[in-house]
Structures are given as C-alpha cells and as structure tokens.
C-alpha cells in the first residue's frame, strides 16, 4: 500500500527475517512488502510475539548476531540494500540517517553521565561521522536549541541533571532529542510510549507528530496499541504471527477494517465515555512460530473461519488496501465449493 506520489525512502520487498534455535531455524517474519515516505508515518501494529520488533531491528541490522538474520528480500534505503551493507556502513547510517528509540527509556541513556554531555555527543558524533567537526561549544548550543525544541522547560538546568533525576517522560523527551540531533532521514520508534502514562503519551505522541511535519522526518511507528496508532499513523499495517494481514491508509483502516483481526485489535480500543464496560479482547494467543500450523495463521481465533482457510490465504489488492483473507480473495468461495 505505497504513496505512489512521492519517491518511498524506505521499502522493504518480501521480507523474511528467521532466528536459528538449536539446529533449527524458522521464520519469525515472512513475505513483508511496505514503504515509507518523507515526513509519513508507518505504523506496524499487532499484538506482542507477531514480528514488529524483529521487522525494526532488521532495517538496522540489529539482529542478534549468529543467531537471526534476513533470509530473504531486500530493505532499500534511498534505494541501497541495508542487508548488504558492511558494518561500518551501516553505523555510518546509524550514525547520521537512521534513529531508533526504544520502550525501555531507563536502559537507553547512561546512568553516569549528565543529559548535556550525551546530547552533545550526539550531535559531536554525527558530526565526526559525516566527516565534519563541531566544537564542544556549538554541540552544546545545538543541543539546547533541541531541548526547547522537545518542550523542555529549563533547559539549561536539565542539561546538568541525571537520567535518574528526570521523570519517564522527560527522559523520553530526552530520547527523542538524541535520536533527532542525528538529523536522521528515518526515525524507527519501537513503543516508545508503551511505559508512559496516558496523559505523557499523548504529550510525546503530538511533539512527534510535530517534528516530523516541522523536519520532514520519515517515522516507523511500532505499537500494539490501535488507540496509539489513531492518534500518529498516515499508514498502517496490521501484522499477525509474522505476515502482514492488513495494509492500507489510516482512514482505510479505521473506516473500513476488513481482516477479522483489524476488526478485533479495533473493537479492543478504550472508547471515551464508556467507562465500567469490559474491554473487547481478542481470545486465544498468537500462535508458536516455530510450530506453525499450516493455513491461515488467524485461523483458531477467527470468527469466519471455514475449511478453505487450512490453505494460505493470498494477499488481495482493493483499491488503497493489501488484504490476506480468503472472504476477500476473488474466486475464494468458488475454490470453497
Ligand atoms: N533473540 C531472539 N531469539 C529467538 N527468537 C526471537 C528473538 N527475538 C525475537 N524472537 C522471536 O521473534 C518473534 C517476534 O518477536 P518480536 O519482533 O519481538 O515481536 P513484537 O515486537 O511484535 O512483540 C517472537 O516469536 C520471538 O519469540
Ligand atoms: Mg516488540
């Protein structure tokens, strides 16, 4: 489902990422095809175990070594296979064009250092990587400028303080800023807001809104969370035990969910007002990759299933949308039959 108006900076063709367990491997990611544009946001959504974090990491090559890796397709950035770079290429990437931030805001800054100084080695080290220089003076002025620009009160105050001495969602703010004064062209954001409170997440969700209009920055959004991606997404693409089963615009999406499972992860989605009823959720558990059943791996929880849907479903294209549903597949009843 791409914006064909606009080059993509990001495209990922039949990608298969599998991890290596004992002398088994199996594929914990299968046949994604999804690109992304500047300044659009793509969130890939579904719940926890279906391959969005795997899918993040591989567009940095940040697989665990020796044991997962991309078996399959190509991750173009700006048009270059990511797979094939070399590992000093890809921390050039890392370095400069490319940001990830992470859930686990704790664990990503260090406890021993004060905000100011990892700030501005941030911006000192994209620097050096892009084979310039920049004094400890014009990073530091540079970082300040991104401080305020996160909505940080008290900037010069906060550039003295501690990780430890900050609130979650300011340590996010901070996370943000780091990830930001690279300049990256990409911005991959795996739930950060997933630890915060609602009120700090829609506060963080409207400042990345903000920047990526205001820097053109291109963001992948991962999230379980459909109330999330309500408030941030251009597209979205709904992954279920490692296949894309839904892809389309926002608006596609939320108006005109068609995959049983768009439909329950929408229907478990907390409904302002209507407090005291019991949250919709969607019964049973993502299934074990390694031992996959064969068909449609949304079969046991699926309200519509029938027996055509022991057979994969294909991936049917309705105008804006990529569907993988056999009630949608043209010809499905009549192969029923
Ligand atoms: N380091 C790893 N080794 C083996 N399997 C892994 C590893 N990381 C993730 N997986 C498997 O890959 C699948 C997808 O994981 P992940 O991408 O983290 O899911 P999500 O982010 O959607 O919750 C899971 O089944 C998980 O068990
Ligand atoms: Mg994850």
């Known amino acids: 489902m791409a914006d064909s108006s606009q080059p993509p900076l990001l495209e990922a063709r039949n990608l298969r990422i599998t991890f290596r367990r004992g002398r088994r491997e199996f594929a914990v990611v299968e046949d994604m095809t999804f690109s992304l544009a500047a300044g659009q946001t793509l969130c890939l959504v579904g719940e926890s175990g279906c391959g969005k974090s795997v899918t993040g990491n591989a567009v940095l090559g940040l697989l665990p070594q020796g044991s997962g890796r991309v078996a399959g397709g190509e991750i ?9 770079l070399s590992a000093g290429e890809m921390r050039r990437i890392r370095a400069g064009k490319i940001s990830i931030i992470f859930q686990d805001h704790a664990a990503s800054l260090n406890p021993a250092h004060t905000i100011g100084r990892q700030l501005t080695e941030s911006v000192r080290t994209r620097e050096k990587v892009l084979g310039r220089g920049v004094s400890r003076r014009e990073a530091y002025g540079e970082s300040l400028a991104l401080l305020e620009r996160m909505g940080v009160t008290s900037p010069v105050w906060r550039m003295r303080q501690y990780p430890h001495e900050l609130s979650g969602g300011m340590r996010q703010r901070i996370l943000i800023g780091m990830a930001l004064a690279k300049k990256p062209l990409l911005l991959i954001a795996d739930e950060p807001t997933t630890a915060l409170d609602v009120t700090v997440q829609a506060q963080i969700l409207d400042l990345m809104s903000h920047l990526r209009r205001a820097m053109d920055t291109a963001i992948l959004f991962i999230t379980h969370d459909m109330g999330v991606v309500a408030e941030i997404a251009d597209f979205v693409l709904v992954m279920y035990a490692g296949q894309m089963v839904e892809y389309d615009y926002a608006g596609g999406i939320f108006r005109n969910p068609l995959h049983p499972y768009t439909e329950g992860l ?10 005291g ?8 558990a993502v299934p074990d990759l390694e031992n996959l059943p064969p068909g449609c791996r949304f079969r046991e929880r699926c309200p519509y299933g029938r027996p055509l849907c022991a057979r994969m479903p294909p991936v049917t294209q309705l105008e804006t949308k990529q569907v993988r549903c056999w009630r949608f597949a043209p010809g499905g009843e009549k192969i029923e039959a």
């Open 76 to 84: 173009l950035f700006a048009g270059r296979d990511l797979v094939a």
């Open 277 to 284: 009823e019991r949250l919709f959720a969607i019964e049973g």
């Open 266 to 275: 929408l229907r478990s989605i907390p409904q302002p007002g209507r407090t």
